[in-house]
Structure formats: C-alpha cells, structure tokens
C-alpha cells in the first residue's frame, strides 16, 4: 500500500500554479526556492508525470499539471477560506465577544452596552446570540450569558437574577384596564413561546386549570418577538419580567394583571475560570454583575 501524498508537497505546487513562479510561490509560503523545487520534484516522481514546464524565469503548468490543478486548487481555497474564518473570529487583545440569547441580547444587554463602553473605550465589545450554550474552550468566546440552573461544570457561573413571568397586553386591547382574575385572560387571543408552555404554567401556578385554548394562538420564538407581538395587539402574552421593563417603562405594553409567577431558573454570567483574570473579562464581569444588582 503506498504511502498517502505530501499535503504540503500539493500545497507548494497549488501555490507554483498560482503564482505562475517559483520564486513567488516561496515568497507566499515563505521557504525557499529551492525548497519549493524539491517539493514539486517530489510530485513528479511520485506520479511519473511532468507537472510543470520550467523556463529561465517562468514555470507553466504542464498538461498533467493543469489537470491535477484543477482537482486539488479549489480544495486549498475552501480550506484557506474557513482557517480564515476562525481566524477573523478569534478574539484580539482588545476585543471581547459575549455571547447570549437574542432575547437577553435584545431586551436587557443591547439597552446597557453604551454604559460599558463609555466606562472601558479601550475593550471592544462583539455580541454573538445563540440558543446553546457556546464553547468557552476554544478561545472564540470570552464571556457567555446563559438562563438555566447554573450548572456548567468546569466553569465560573456567577448567578445575575431569577426572572419572573408576567401577563402583558397592549392598552389597546385593555381599554377598561388591567384584569382581576387570571382566569380572566383566557378571554383574549393569547400569543405562545415556542413550547407552548408559558401559559399553562403561568395559569396553574394561580389555580387555574387550563383549557385547550391556553395553548393556542401565534407562537414566537424568544420573548423579544413576543413582546412585539404585544405591542402590535395581536394578543397577551406571558413574558420575563427583565425583558419587558422597557416596553412597560415606555407605555407601548401593560400588565394584564398584576400576578407575577416566579421562574425554573436564573441567568447566569459564565466564564471560564482560566480566563477570569484577564483584564477586559473581569471588567465585563464586574459591569455587568453591578447592572444586575448582585454586586
């Protein structure tokens, strides 16, 4: 069986292709001209062909060169283009990525950066939302966000709060008022999260059995799509109470009904304890555990 053929002997005869020049080939990789002529040389005994046809200051890519070109070229662009990718994604010494859900992102974080970033000009702030809890291994995420039980072993969980679900409406839809009883929303179109649990558990938790249409009704995927749901008065919707202080603060939403219910669990700022130390994340930490209150 023979052996497999030399990755970086196809990339320095994809780079000679390229560059139409040996000598530019070992420019771009950085070796040496020679280097670069071995490596092709090597090639051409492995595949008992001419890749290329060599002239005083030129080289062209032979018949069978052109031909093993244009199988293996697009293959090193692909892989030049994703290394790329992780690359631009890579956190410098002065940026910070923060990572959390589009909701959190949304309705708390965004509404609070310009505060962080006139406390700290020097860090540079990138928000990255996802549903998932992001790896913090790997280096592409200095500081995550996250709502759940705290339980993230072999990393810093610092609890911010434990939300509480609400009843809001639109006052256009509530022109009397807020409602006395919760039992009395099921009078109203009711808007769902994406599980369609929200209501049922916000219903029982003050006695009331729920009926069929306590599930039913447009479903909206994170709380910041409910709450426009709301305000546009397509219906009421059960929200975290941290998600719908601006909307309440600004009068485009109401309290259906003055009932809050406490949640499952509690949001979270998440760091990984070989990293808590450096400057721009123990800035972001303290920041934001003060805009949470807890510190």
């Not at 020049?21 to 020679?34: C, Q, W, Y």
């Not at 006695?207 to 069929?212: A, I, L, M, T, Y």
Request: with cysteine.
């Amino acid at each position: 069986m023979k052996s497999p053929v030399s990755f970086g002997a196809l990339r320095t005869f994809v780079e000679v292709g390229r560059q139409g020049s040996i000598k530019r080939a070992a420019e771009a990789l950085n070796v040496t001209p020679g280097a670069v002529s071995q490596q092709v040389k090597a090639l051409e005994a492995r595949f008992g062909v001419q890749l290329l046809e060599r002239g005083n200051r030129e080289v062209k890519l032979s018949a069978h060169g052109l031909r093993l070109f244009g199988k293996v070229a697009s293959g090193f662009e692909q892989i030049d283009a994703a290394v790329q990718l992780f690359e631009d994604r890579r956190p410098g010494p002065r940026s910070l990525v923060v990572s959390t859900t589009p909701s959190f992102a949304a309705c708390w974080l965004t509404p609070r950066l310009g505060r962080f970033a006139a406390q700290h000009p020097e860090i540079e702030i990138r928000i990255e939302t996802s549903v998932q809890l992001a790896d913090m291994t790997g280096g592409l995420v200095d500081v995550a966000i996250r709502h759940g039980s705290g339980n993230y072993p072999g990393l810093d969980a610092a609890k911010l709060f434990t939300p509480q679900f609400v009843a809001v409406a639109s006052p256009s839809l509530l022109l009397t008022g807020p409602l006395t009883d919760p039992a009395d929303c099921l009078r109203y179109p009711l808007l769902q999260d994406r599980d369609r649990a929200d209501w049922p558990t916000w219903l029982e938790a003050h006695g009331v059995k729920p009926v069929r249409n306590a599930t039913k009704g447009l479903s909206y995927a994170d709380d910041a799509l409910l709450i426009q749901g709301v305000i546009a008065g397509q219906g009421l919707a059960i929200v975290r109470d941290i998600y719908a202080t601006r909307a309440l603060d600004a009068g485009s939403i109401m309290l259906a009904i003055d009932a809050p219910v406490p949640t499952p669990a509690g949001y979270f700022v998440v760091v990984h304890p070989d990293r808590m130390t450096m400057p721009k994340i123990a800035a972001f930490r303290r920041w934001i555990m003060r805009e949470a209150g807890v510190a």
